[in-house]
């Protein structure tokens, strides 16, 4: 079992940015894919971006080149630097350990909610 914490969310204006922060702990063997998925009201839970222990990453096309994944593997954290952010950014984003950047595992947190007004 891998425990998720994570951290940064908040409030802000279109073409803001935030950082978002999650911390692996537990059974680590279990995060070779650390990665972040966010949920709309009314909507699936989706891809946002995943990140494997030997940095291969894979993006979201509507996040592609606003969004930055990348992680401390000595830390066993993740971060999403968002950037230009959107109105329809607007979710609950949450972190997700799993042992590929294809599926997602079984290990998420508790998320953190991003609103962008505006």
């Known amino acids: 079992q891998v425990q998720l914490v994570e951290s940064g969310g908040g409030l802000v204006q279109a073409g803001g940015s935030l950082r978002l922060s999650c911390a692996a702990s537990?059974?680590?063997?279990?995060?070779?894919?650390l990665g972040w998925y966010r949920q709309a009201p009314g909507n699936q839970r989706e891809l946002v971006a995943v990140?494997?222990?030997?940095?291969?990453?894979k993006y979201a096309d509507s996040v592609k080149g606003r969004f930055t994944i990348s992680r401390d593997n000595a830390q066993n954290t993740v971060y999403l630097q968002m950037n230009s952010l959107k109105p329809e950014d607007t979710a609950v984003y949450y972190c997700?350990?799993?042992?590929?950047?294809?599926?997602?595992?079984?290990?998420w947190g508790q998320g953190t909610q991003v609103t962008v007004s505006s």
């Open positions: 997700n350990a799993g042992l590929s950047i294809y599926y997602p595992g079984s290990n």
């Open positions: 990140i494997d222990y030997g940095g291969s990453t």
């Open positions: 537990g059974n680590t063997f279990s995060s070779i894919a």
